[in-house]
């Protein structure tokens, strides 16, 4: 079973605004990593947080982990029509480390 | 550049025969995965490797097998076996260290009729 599940499963929004996705998990984790893919290719890695982190930034990108709650979130601000993707979320597990477990992941359009 | 290479891109294949989509990475990573994609979902974990000479099923092995005789190198074999084998498949790579990224490649779309 999938250890990840992310929401909604697609957003539609215009450029400039912000867009959050979420994604909830179901066993301790090392830490959670964010990817994305465009269509048709390969994942992209975006960034990671680990357990004992609560909040991450990368450029426009804001992670945010709430590991009492199992759950994460992507922010990318000021959103732009090349942000247009699938984003996944991704857990090591900490039985498990050396394995990523994959969320459905949230197709994401910003229209410009 | 350094990277990580799936071939062929686009690969058609009968239904009864076994095919096996190639991947190469040059970025010295010692563990390799296989991911399997269909439409509109997430990556679900075939088969990986953290080592030379050694790999572990994932979720979904049934069907497939794997070697890994080069580090460089981690190629998957759909058998006849796997039921329903019309996928997007995608390898990736990474260190072993805790936390350390997956690299992926542009994956090989396996359409078989």
């Known amino acids: 079973s999938q250890q990840g599940e992310e929401d909604p499963q697609a957003l539609s929004i215009q450029e400039g605004e912000n867009a959050t996705m979420n994604c909830s998990y179901k066993?301790?984790?090392?830490?959670l990593q964010w990817y994305r893919q465009n269509s048709g290719r390969g994942l992209v890695h975006l960034i990671l947080i680990r357990s004992n982190e609560r909040e991450k930034h990368s450029g426009r990108l804001r992670v945010t982990l709430d590991t009492s709650k199992k759950s994460s979130s992507l922010l990318i601000t000021a959103s732009r029509a090349a942000d247009t993707a699938s984003y996944f979320c991704a857990t090591d597990a900490v039985t498990n480390a050396g394995k990523s477990t994959f969320g459905d992941g949230t197709t994401l359009t910003v229209k410009p | 550049d350094g990277g990580i290479t799936q071939s062929p891109k686009y690969l058609f294949r009968k239904e009864g025969q076994n095919v096996t989509l190639s991947c190469e990475q040059n970025l010295n990573h010692d563990a390799m995965y296989w991911y399997r994609q269909d439409p509109g979902q997430g990556l679900r974990l075939i088969y990986y490797s953290q080592i030379v000479n050694d790999f572990q099923k994932g979720d979904i092995a049934e069907g497939y097998s794997v070697s890994r005789e080069k580090k460089e190198s981690f190629p998957l074999t759909v058998t006849s076996a796997q039921k329903n084998p019309t996928a997007f498949y995608l390898c990736a790579s990474r260190n072993t260290g805790l936390g350390s990224p997956l690299h992926f490649g542009n994956g090989t779309r396996l359409t078989v009729t």
């Open positions: 066993t301790s984790i090392n830490n």
